[in-house]
């Protein structure tokens, strides 16, 4: 069984550009979480996707969008790119929308100029 | 809205001491909390779950305890190690399956 794996590792980008970073959940897992960690900061929830569905979402932006697919993977996409948006992005996957252990993946650490 | 707070920011010991991190949350009607490690610059490993109607939980030299009246948890580290220097994350979900409020972290360092 693969552990939760997210692409690309590094990513630079400038300011008032898009970018889309991957997350591929553990095997049969179904709900996917995407937080917002800045540096020296505790992870913040910006949303979760349950079945392809949004199933609830933190106070971000709507530049902050996402996609579930249906093998569970997941995309979460910013558009407009803020320099505060320079964080490390990670996701966790859970077996099912009520399992309270949720597994996080490596991250993925995007700077923007 | 829940906020999540853990003391000290940064800990520094030597090698075979005993440690408490501390978390306190401002919402006591949290369904569970858990404690995290992460590595710099990595993801994050859970350490320990407890449900809200637990008091304490074990795992080999770790035991975190729950007082959701009073709105607090410690992580009790027994006989710390070099191999334990990480940040440890404090983290509470208000329902099953739900958002995680994340506390800021402790830098812990544990001198040889």
């Known amino acids: 069984e693969t552990g939760v794996t997210q692409s690309p590792t590094h990513l630079i980008k400038t300011r008032g550009q898009q970018v889309t970073l991957r997350c591929s959940s553990q095997?049969?897992?179904?709900?996917v979480s995407w937080y917002q960690q800045a540096l020296g900061q505790g992870p913040q929830f910006i949303f979760q996707?349950?079945?392809?569905?949004?199933?609830g979402r933190g106070n971000f932006p709507p530049r902050f969008s996402g996609l579930q697919f249906p093998n569970y993977s997941s995309e979460l996409n910013v558009n407009a790119l803020e320099l505060d948006d320079s964080a490390l992005y990670l996701c966790?996957?859970?077996?099912?929308?009520?399992?309270?252990?949720?597994?996080f993946g490596p991250g993925t650490r995007l700077t923007v100029l | 809205k829940q906020e999540v707070t853990q003391i000290p920011a940064a800990l520094s010991v030597p090698e075979g001491e005993n440690l408490v991190l501390n978390c306190s949350f401002t919402?006591?009607?949290?369904?569970?909390l858990q404690w995290f490690r992460q590595d710099p610059g990595k993801g994050l490993t859970s350490l320990l779950l407890?449900?809200?109607?637990?008091r304490e939980q074990t795992s080999g030299r770790l035991n975190a305890s729950l007082d959701k009246s009073s709105g607090r948890s410690t992580l009790y580290i027994a006989a710390s190690q070099p191999g334990d220097s990480a940040t440890y994350l404090c983290?509470?979900?208000?329902?099953?399956?739900?958002?995680?409020?994340f506390g800021e972290g402790t830098q812990l360092t544990v001198n040889p």
């Open positions: 966790a996957s859970s077996l099912v929308i009520s399992a309270d252990t949720q597994y």
């Open positions: 095997s049969g897992h179904n709900t």
């Open positions: 996707y349950y079945r392809e569905e949004e199933n």
């Open positions: 919402d006591s009607a949290i369904y569970n």
């Open positions: 407890i449900q809200s109607s637990q």
């Open positions: 983290a509470v979900g208000e329902t099953s399956g739900s958002r995680l409020t």
